[in-house]
């Protein structure tokens, strides 16, 4: 139990309690410029996982859940999410420690990788949208039935997420593939906060997915669910590679403090 | 000069004047009762009663009411258009085209209005009518970790400057000839020539920060003194053991009547 405490007092160091404020700026600053952007991602949380990566899955921890409140000022609607933000800091730390932002990973895996992100994600939609409701209790359609009948969609989907895998993350599937894993934990657990506190919708342009998900006949919390499943492991995905490439651009000594 | 990352008015009220952790109990204990009270019209009714008149007392009614209008709103139309309309099976109110309106799912839609109303309302409340710094300094009083309030102060005092560094790093790249307008594909690639500078740029002051917070006895174990004083009375007091009391009360009400 000390050496617990002792290695959680161990990540936060002077350099650490100064690094955090500067985190939580650039979550702010990018997720800004995004929006000025006008692209469809969030990219909210990129200072919170270089202060895990750089710093440990504590201080990730401590760093997301102070974004999220300290946004809350400004943007109330992000405060309830600050236990998702810490465990995105918290999952950044443990996958730099595992080594997935200092290793270079071989193309075929990050093909591999992106293909069966993007054939699941398919597999997903399609079953939430073919869902049957019998005397009031979901029946999702079978496997293989949805192989056969969609199965256009799903080479198209093993093609561009190949395709992605190989242009987009190239040699960082380690860092990519941690994202997704974060990026999938996050939606299932900003889920239940969606559906009760904020009545299963997101104030924003993905409600146009709950609406369809909702149509279909999935219940509030598999519709919210459903939503963060679409978004979020895409969006972390994305985040952890642009770290992964902040990374190699810093001086060796900054990742040595 | 840029604006303070706070949605901080300053006036001179009775509610400014109140010691924080007062108005921190109050927030929470509305937060509770919003999340935890089974009444639909409950919500409703303790904005009206509670929120209301204090922000009025507070001199903000103005302002609150406009930043509840515009952040409750996209919340409240998103939610009646899928949960008053696609909801599964219900009652039907009335029918237009394929959609009708479920009675199931406007009362549901009601209730979620209400509690995200009231959470906001009482989360801008508090934010309008209570300064960070003051608020951080009445909770390192009762032991709150120096630590955590340095990183709460000092994000809320450099989000402006990161804030217009972003602004600056966008219009040199422009000027350079980064396109950041057209397809998807051209203001995606602009992301990168944008967010390098700046998380590199502030990474490597980092460093010289760190050095310059210890030379200013960062570390210090010794208790410090402050620049503003903050004011406390009894009844204050009071009040925040009847409010935590309250709080807890309707918390367990609500797990035995459930």
């Not at chain 1, 002792?6 to 936060?12: L, P, V, W, Y």
């Not at chain 2, 992301?191 to 502030?202: A, E, K, N, R, T």
């Not at chain 2, 570390?219 to 003194?225: D, I, L, M």
Request: glycine letters at 8%; charged letters at 10%; a positive charge.
């Amino acid at each position: 139990m000390n050496n617990i405490i002792n290695s959680i007092k161990k990540e936060f160091t002077t350099t650490t309690l100064v690094l955090i404020p500067v985190a939580i700026a650039i979550n702010i600053a990018i997720g800004e410029l995004v929006v000025r952007l006008n692209l469809p991602v969030y990219l909210d949380s990129i200072g919170t996982i270089l202060v895990g990566v750089l710093a440990g899955p504590w201080a990730g921890l401590v760093t997301g859940a102070l974004a999220n409140i300290i946004w809350g000022l400004i943007r109330p609607s992000s405060a309830p999410f600050f236990y998702v933000a810490a465990v995105i800091g918290l999952m950044a730390g443990l996958a730099g420690r595992w080594g997935a932002f200092n290793r270079e990973s071989p193309r075929w895996l990050s093909v591999l990788i992106g293909a069966v992100f993007f054939f699941s994600l398919a597999m997903f939609i399609l079953a939430f949208i073919n869902l049957q409701v019998v005397d009031g209790f979901p029946v999702f359609p079978s496997m293989a039935g949805l192989l056969r009948q969609y199965a256009l969609v799903f080479i198209a989907a093993l093609i561009i997420g190949g395709a992605i895998g190989y242009f987009l993350l190239q040699n960082g599937a380690y860092a990519g593939s941690a994202g997704l894993i974060t990026g999938v934990v996050a939606a299932i657990i900003s889920a239940p906060t969606v559906a009760i506190v904020f009545g299963g919708v997101t104030g924003s342009g993905t409600d146009l997915l709950v609406a369809a998900f909702r149509a279909s006949g999935a219940n509030i919390l598999a519709s919210a669910l459903a939503q963060g499943a679409v978004s979020d492991p895409f969006d972390k995905m994305l985040s952890f590679m642009v770290v992964w490439i902040i990374l190699r651009s810093l001086p060796a000594r900054f990742k040595a403090r | 000069m840029n604006s303070p990352f706070s949605l901080y008015v300053a006036r001179e009220s009775g509610l400014h004047h109140l010691h924080p952790l007062t108005k921190l109990t109050l927030t929470f204990g509305l937060l509770i009762a919003a999340l935890a009270l089974p009444w639909i019209w409950a919500t409703y009714i303790l904005t009206a009663l509670v929120i209301v008149p204090l922000s009025v007392w507070g001199h903000i009614a103005r302002p609150l009411l406009r930043a509840i209008w515009t952040t409750v709103m996209p919340f409240a139309i998103s939610v009646f258009l899928i949960q008053g309309l696609l909801w599964g099976s219900g009652t039907e109110l009335f029918r237009l085209g394929p959609v009708s309106l479920k009675q199931e799912g406007f009362v549901f839609a009601t209730a979620s209005t209400g509690r995200i109303l009231m959470i906001f309302g009482a989360f801008l409340l508090f934010a309008m009518a209570t300064r960070p710094d003051t608020l951080m300094i009445a909770l390192k009083q009762i032991g709150f970790p120096g630590g955590l309030a340095y990183i709460i102060v000092t994000t809320i005092q450099i989000v402006p400057r990161f804030q217009a560094k972003a602004n600056t790093i966008l219009d040199a790249q422009r000027s350079r000839g980064l396109e950041t307008e057209g397809n998807i594909l051209v203001r995606a690639r602009a992301l990168l020539p944008l967010v390098m500078p700046l998380v590199l740029g502030s990474l490597v002051d980092v460093e010289e920060r760190a050095i310059a917070v210890e030379a200013r006895a960062f570390n210090s174990k010794r208790r410090e003194t402050s620049l503003v004083e903050i004011t406390d009375s009894q009844t204050q007091q009071i009040a925040r053991w009847l409010m935590m009391g309250l709080t807890v009360g309707i918390l367990i009400a609500r797990v035995i009547w459930r």
